[in-house]
C-alpha cells in the first residue's frame, strides 16, 4: 500500500512551462518535506513545510501544506532545464509511526530546452 | 561544510561475496538511517539508528546487516549479496527521530 501517492509519475515539458505535481495522502503529517533527486545522487532537501495552509517559496518553486495537513503540492515557475529530477515528498505521521519518514514514489521530471 | 559522506560511490561485488558499504556525517545528527533505492522507485528504509538504539525495519532481510561504532559512522553489511541486492544505498541522517533528512551521495551497488 502506497500511502503517499505522487502524480503525476512523469512529466515531460518544454522549457519555460509551468508545472504542479502533487502528494496525497489520507493521513495527517505533522510535517511534509519535498527532495530533488538527480540520477546517481542523493536526494536534497528542498523545503519542510509543518502547519496547514502553509506555502513557502524557494526561487521559482512553490510549496504549499494543504489545510487539513494531508497533502502538499509543488509548482514550478517557468521551467528551466536545471529543474529535472526527481521530485520526492516524504511526511512524518501526525501522531508518529515506527517508520520515521514515510516516502511517495516521486514524480520524475524532464525539462527540455 | 558539513556533510554526510559514502564510500565507495561505486560497488562491484559477485554474488554471494560479502560487501560493507560506509557512511560517515559531520552533521553530529543523532539518528543515522539506511535506505535502498531501486530504478524508479521511492527510497525504501532497511534500519536506523537512534544514537545506539537500532531499529530494524520489519521487511528487511536478514541478509542486511548495521553497525554504528560511534557517533559519525555507520555501516551497512550485506551478507551474502544477491543479484536482487544491487541497487542505490542512501546513509541518511538527522537530529532526531521525526526530523527532515539529510542525505549522502550514495553507494550504487552491482553484484555480479
Known amino acids: 500500500t502506497q500511502l503517499l501517492e505522487q502524480s503525476p509519475q512523469f512529466l515531460s515539458i518544454q522549457e519555460g512551462e509551468n508545472l504542479t505535481v502533487y502528494c496525497n495522502s489520507s493521513?495527517?503529517?505533522?510535517?511534509l518535506q519535498w527532495y530533488r533527486q538527480e540520477p546517481g545522487e542523493g536526494p536534497v532537501l528542498l523545503v519542510t513545510v509543518v502547519t496547514g495552509g502553509e506555502v513557502k517559496k524557494l526561487k521559482r518553486l512553490t510549496f504549499q501544506f494543504g489545510d487539513a495537513r494531508k497533502d502538499s503540492s509543488l509548482h514550478i515557475t517557468a521551467a528551466q532545464p536545471g529543474d529535472t529530477g526527481l521530485y520526492l515528498c516524504?511526511?512524518?505521521?501526525?501522531?508518529?509511526?515506527?517508520?520515521?519518514?514515510?516516502f511517495g514514489k516521486g514524480t520524475r521530471l524532464s525539462v527540455i530546452a | 561544510d558539513a556533510m554526510v559522506i559514502q564510500n565507495p560511490r561505486y560497488q562491484v561485488t559477485q554474488f554471494g561475496k560479502p560487501v560493507t558499504l560506509s557512511c560517515s556525517q559531520t552533521l553530529n545528527h543523532n539518528v543515522m538511517y539506511w535506505y535502498q533505492q531501486k530504478s524508479s522507485q521511492a527510497p525504501k528504509l532497511l534500519f536506523h539508528y537512534y544514537d545506539k538504539d537500532f531499529n530494524n525495519e520489519a521487511d528487511t532481510p536478514d541478509n542486511f546487516q548495521s553497525r554504528r561504532p560511534n557517533t559519525s559512522f555507520c555501516f551497512l553489511d550485506i551478507r551474502s549479496p544477491g543479484l536482487g541486492d544491487a541497487a542505490m544505498y542512501l546513509c541518511?541522517?538527522?537530529?532526531?527521530?521525526?526530523?527532515?533528512?539529510?542525505f549522502g551521495p550514495g553507494t550504487r551497488l552491482t553484484v555480479l
Open positions: 493521513s495527517v503529517f505533522s510535517s
Open positions: 541518511a541522517t538527522s537530529p532526531d527521530r521525526y526530523n527532515e533528512q539529510f
Open positions: 516524504a511526511g512524518v505521521y501526525s501522531p508518529p509511526g515506527n517508520t520515521p519518514l514515510v
